[in-house]
Every structure is written in structure tokens, then in C-alpha cells.
């Protein structure tokens, strides 16, 4: 069980006291951190070693097999605590032979060692070198988070191989002794997305092949590997299987994607972990069986990673399941933005982050090189929809990183989306005048100047949206939205209102509501996913679920009660959409009442109950809706504890969206906290008259305004 004493002292201390080994191996200066706990402690620098009157020739191992543990590293935990992820010697022997044929490491070889002994990419910097008889470069601790100390190390001791996290190799190749060459004939990257401009720059500085890994820890350090190709412009692939591993990109049902059609990724084969240490329920999670091999008892490790095959056999990585966002409706994978930033020939390094900045959720790419923001939205938007691109791009010198070379996305700043002093041109006219208090309003500024890009200063295609709808309140004329993408700043707007005021062109006529004597038709949106829920029936695709946490005391009766009255006040949760005559047509039910199930977890130790909430909140979100049938409205609490609960709500696309997810929150705090008295504060919605005729909601009326625009 590697230590890193760099370490806080509680975090090694809980990591000792997990793992309860037999003996701590250490060194005086060390040993005073884990005083009191009961674990004899061996000093390697002790005047008299307590190997000094063992024998010399080499100790028993009798009963030692394959399948005894190797090692186990502590990695972060999802519940706070550290993870001790246990791996076998059969899992480091394959590793090790694969490395060393692969590449031929062997005596003429310098391999540096500079990752710290608490992450996996160490125990190849130890173990490889050590089985094929190659020098080990050690670096101290604080020449391992120097990138000129690093370079120099490299240059003056000849070393040629070598692995670094992308961010931390950017550093290291700006920072080394001027025209100096790296004599690394195998450079290893792992750990993040590596920019195709990154390997370029390897090459000119001398390396001679550069190799993108793949592999979470528990799967034995590496389970795929591509050589990068010179030239070659994409963000390199994650290539193929490590000798003896499997990778499988499957769908949420657990089948496996098609080409192309991304999925998570799940390894099998000789690397996967025994599990972790003392946590048999998040093992259970995420070590699954394995349907796909002839093995008796062969797992998968769920790696929580997004990738998808490409059509030449080599699979791509696309970040994290859990940087996976949904903003404005749409879901999108911050991992497929940054790949396409990364073809930029002039981005270096890249990360896409979902930023909650002044009430409003936006997508925010921070770029090191020296591409201008508008290039940069050019350059996506021929890949990317509109809804994936960045409202943002910020320009850094370099990326933070955590201690260990990995990107530090907590420490990435907040975008200036406010204008700035230098920048700001006044209206001239009255129509930009006008057009910048539209846009002041809307994107929440305190002003707004003529020359500054709505998509800089935050915009979306949402947000454009309202300002279209504003136009033609205030001006009545019938701006088309893509207007506003042609012509991103107020002067460039202003001259074309005055255009289309000159022009004397129609106005759209006024939203008017539909008469309610027979079947309500469906809007074109909600025809488009019924259509796509015909085709692909049971999916769960447009699944809008969330899980809530809820701490304090709760009233589960107040809270059932709530949730009826939410229901009760809004149609569109008692809608379904049957089919008549081949034609899908709205149904609105009367309101019968809700009930709340309530699922008691309370009982199981604390890793079983964060498994067991991980578990219910993926199927809840995976559990496709009948749309004929309905409900496409469903609640579930799970009672973590006494004053612990987890509220899971899953309402099927065709009936809500993002915007109307905020409505839902809002009434439903303000009812929970109502009811408890029988009371509520909020105005009632009144139903109107069937054979009257119906108001659209706000949602409603921004679909129909879009689908008239476009």
C-alpha cells in the first residue's frame, strides 16, 4: 500500500487505518505522522534494521499465486473517503509484459520515475525498469513538480522514457534548456486529452514516438494505447486493447454502440481489479458481470468514461459520464467540444466547463494558444450545433493543475462577460440605444456597448431568442433569429431593424388560442419526439431526471402532498399522447391524486447506501415512459436516513424541458414548505373551459415563436 508522505497526515492515517497492513515500512523522519496507531513500524534508516540478522538468500513465498494481491492504491472517493482499489499479480505481470515487448524496454533504456508512489502510473516507473534491466531516473519530490527541473533531468541524464499528464508535458517542453533535445525515444501520455498540437511539439523537440494511454486504475494502470501519427491534425485516439484487455463501448441498456454512437466505456480481461478494499457495495456497482467472455466469473470494470469507436477500429475518448450537462434542454458531452477545439491548429491545450455565472448556466471553454474567440466559434460551429457551442472562451497562458500534473477545473476563472471600460463604444442612434437595453436586460448586464459580440458577452441561441421577441414588441418587425448570428453586435442589429423598418415588412400575426372541442394536436417538437419514441421504443434517451438531495428533517406527507399539487395545477404532467386514426393526439387526464413511494435504505452500512442511492437514481433515469399510456411524470424517495433523503423526479422531454424544470423546483419548495400547515401561498392556476379556448404556456409559446422563425 504505497504512502506518499506529501500527503495530509489524516488522509494517510485513514488510508492505514483502512488497509490495516502488517508493518509500515518508513523512515525516521516520517514516522512521528502515524504515531498511535497500532502498526509496527519498520525504519529503513534505523542504526539497526530489523533485516540486519535475517538470513541473505531470498524469503519463502510459499502458497504465492496469481491471483494474491500485488498492491492496492487509494484513489478519490465519490462519498469524500479515499477508495483502496485492490489489483492482483496476475493484472501487474501482464501489464509489465505487455510494456516491455510493446516497446522493446530492455538495458539500453532510461526510464524516469517522477510520478508520485500514491498513483498508479508509478508502480510501470518502478516495476518495468526493474523486470527488463533499464536505468531508473528518480526524481525528488520537488524536481517532480518543477517543469525546468524536469527538462534538465531529461536532457543531462539522457532519459528515453518517459510518461507525463499532457498539461504537466506542455510545461515541461517550454521550460527546458534552451535548444536542448529530448532524447526520449517513447514519450507516454495519459491522464487527459492530448491536443494533436502537443504531439507535434514533442516531435520538434526531439521525441521520437509519442504514445496516447488509456486506463483507469482499476484496470491495472493502462488498457489501451495508440501511436500517435505525425501530421495526422485529430485529437488522437485512445487506439486499441493492451495485450490480454477488452474494451467494450456500450449503451445504456448494456448493449454494445454501433461505430460512431457514443457510449461508456467498460474493460475486461486479465487488467481488471479484484474490487475495493472493505467496500463489497461499491464493488458490486462497478464491477459488473461480464456477458461477453468465456471466463467463469468474469467481470467488467464500468469505468464511468465516454468513447465511441471510429470507423478505422481505434476507439476515442469523450470525457467524463459525469461531464456530461444538460443545459437549456439539451444534453451535451463538455468532452466532445474540447475535441473539437483541440483540431484548432492554433489551441494548444483546452477545457470545457459548465459555469453557473449570474443566475445563468453557460458552457465556457478555456483555450491556451493564441486562436481569437471568434475563430474559435467558426471553427466549432462546423462541427458542433449551435447549443454546444462555448457562450465563453477565455484565453490563459496555462491550464492549472492539481499536484498531481492533472488539470485543476476548480481553479479555472470565472469568464469576464461584463463589458470592459476599454472596450465600450455608447449607442449613437436611438435604435442602438433601444437594442442595448434589450440586451443589458436579457444577458443581465449593466450596459451593453454597439461593438461588443452577443455571443461573447454570453449570449445563446436561447437568449437570442428573447431578443428577437423584444424586437418585435418594441419595433414590430419580424427579425429572423439567424440575424443575430449573422450580425453579433447592436450597430450590426441596428442597421438591419432600420432596414426592415423602411422596408415596412409584415408582422408575423399574434399567437391565438386553439379551440379544445376535440383531440388537441401536438406541437411540431412534441411530434418530432414521438416520432423517434416510435422508432427506438423504450428508450430512454429524452428522460429528464434529476435526483435531489435533501438534508434535514422532512415531512414525507407534506412532501406527497406537494408533489399532488404540482401535479393537480399543471396539465402537461397529466398528458399523454395515444395514437388516433395513425396521428398522435394530446390527452389531458383528470387529476386522480399521487402517491409518493418511499424506498427505506437507512438499514445498510453507509458504502451500501451511497451505492444502493447511485444504483435507484440510474434506473429511475434509465426506465423508459409509455407515452401512450403514461404517466410521463414519475417521483420516488429513497430515506437515506433519519434526516437524509433523495428525491428522484423523471419526466419524459415531450412534456418538460430545462426551463421548465426551474418552475417545478420553485413551486415545490414553496409548497413543501406550505403544506406542512394544509396551506399554500402559491395563486392558483385556474382550468379553463374546454370548449373555450387555451393560452400557451411560456414554454409552449417559445417553441412556436422558434418554429415560425425557423
Known sequence: VPLDPAYPADRLRYMLEDSAPAALVTQSS??????????????????????????????????LTPDHLAYVIYTSGSTGRPKGVMVDHRSLVNHTAWQAAAFGIGARDTVLQRTSVSFDASVWELWTPLATGARMLLLSSAAAKDPEAIGRVMVEGGVTVAQFVPTLLQAVLGARPAGAPLLCRILFCGGEPLPPALV?????????????????TEATIDSTWHPCPAGDGRAPAIGRPVANARVYVLDARGEPAPVVVVGELHVGGAGVARGYLGRAGLTAERFVPDPFGDEPGARLYRTGDLGRWRADGTLEFLGRTDFQVKIRGFRIELG????????????????????????????????????????????VRRSLPEYMVPSAFVALDRLPLTPNGKLDRRALPAPELASAEEKYVAPRTPVEEVLAGIWAEVLRLERVGVTESFFELGGHSLLATRVVSRVRTVFGVELPLRALFEGATVAELAVRVEEMRRAELPVLPPVVPVERTGALPLSFAQERLWFIDRLEPGSAVYNVPVAWRLGGALDEAALERALGEIVRRHEALRTTFPEVDGSPVQVIAPFGGFALPVEDLSGLGEA????????????????????????????????????????????????????SMGVLFRELSALARDLVGDRSELPPIEPAAREGRLPLSFAQERLWFIDRVE
Not at 453557460?362 to 474567440?373: D, N, P, Q
Open 30 to 63: 516520517l514516522a512521528g505522522t502515524f504515531a498511535g496507531l497500532d502498526v509496527p513500524a519498520v525504519e529503513l534508516d534505523a542504526p539497526a534494521p530489523a533485516w540486519a540478522e535475517g538470513p541473505e538468500t531470498n524469503p519463502a513465498c510459499a502458497g
Open 200 to 216: 507535434e511539439e514533442a516531435r520538434a523537440a526531439g521525441v521520437g514516438e509519442v504514445v496516447n494511454l488509456y486506463g483507469p
Open 336 to 379: 466532445e467540444i474540447e475535441a473539437a477545439l483541440l483540431e484548432h491548429e492554433a489551441v494548444r491545450e483546452c477545457a470545457v466547463l459548465a459555469r453557473e455565472d449570474a443566475g445563468e448556466k453557460r458552457v465556457v471553454a478555456y483555450v491556451v494558444g493564441e486562436a481569437r474567440a471568434e475563430a474559435l466559434r467558426a471553427h
Open 608 to 659: 451500501e447506501r451511497e451505492a444502493a442511492v447511485r444504483r435507484r437514481a440510474g434506473e429511475e433515469a434509465r426506465r423508459a415512459f409509455d407515452l401512450s399510456a403514461g404517466p410521463l411524470f414519475r417521483a420516488a424517495l429513497l430515506r437515506v436516513g433519519a434526516e437524509d433523503h433523495v428525491l428522484l423526479l423523471s419526466m419524459h422531454h415531450i412534456v418538460s424541458d430545462g426551463w
